[in-house]
């Protein structure tokens, strides 16, 4: 599976930016797939992922309730809508597709995925 993640840029505090990552392969509904973010001087870090069928999501405590995954099997994408942009949000985000999904802590592993894409770059100006 080969990703593309898109859609990053630069906005002020408060906007909203939908990040997009698009799938090469047959196979991507059988895929969880997942959004990680990393700053600089920071470890990669979980933000969102969705399960293969789009039936259940998951959020890290710092986006939830800002920020919706969702998917489109058909279309071989995923999506992260991003509302109420704050500077801690910047990074350099990254789209992921794993085979096991089911529970947080797996969803949540950077371990837990086996293809990712290059990054999209997210800033955010106060």
């Known amino acids: 599976?080969?990703?593309?993640?898109?859609?990053?840029?630069?906005?002020?505090?408060?906007?909203?930016?939908?990040?997009?990552?698009?799938?090469?392969?047959r196979t991507f509904s059988a895929y969880v797939m997942g959004w990680f973010r990393q700053a600089?001087?920071?470890?990669?870090?979980f933000v969102a992922a969705i399960s293969s069928s789009g039936g259940s999501t998951y959020y890290a405590d710092s986006v939830k309730g800002r920020f919706t995954v969702s998917r489109d099997n058909d279309k071989n994408t995923?999506?992260?809508?991003?509302?109420?942009l704050n500077p801690e949000d910047t990074a350099v985000y990254y789209?992921?597709?794993?085979?096991?999904?089911?529970?947080?802590?797996?969803?949540?592993?950077?371990t837990s995925y086996d293809f990712w894409g290059q990054g999209t770059q997210v800033t955010v100006s106060s």
Do not use: D, F, H
Not at 2 to 22: D, F, M, T, Y
Not at 40 to 45: A, M, Y
Not at 78 to 84: A, E
């Open 40 to 45: 600089p001087g920071k470890e990669r870090e």
């Open 78 to 84: 995923v999506y992260v809508q991003m509302n109420s």
């Open 95 to 110: 789209c992921a597709a794993g085979r096991w999904g089911g529970i947080y802590s797996i969803v949540a592993r950077t």
């Open 1 to 25: 599976v080969q990703l593309q993640a898109s859609g990053g840029g630069l906005v002020q505090a408060g906007g909203s930016l939908r990040l997009s990552c698009a799938a090469s392969g």
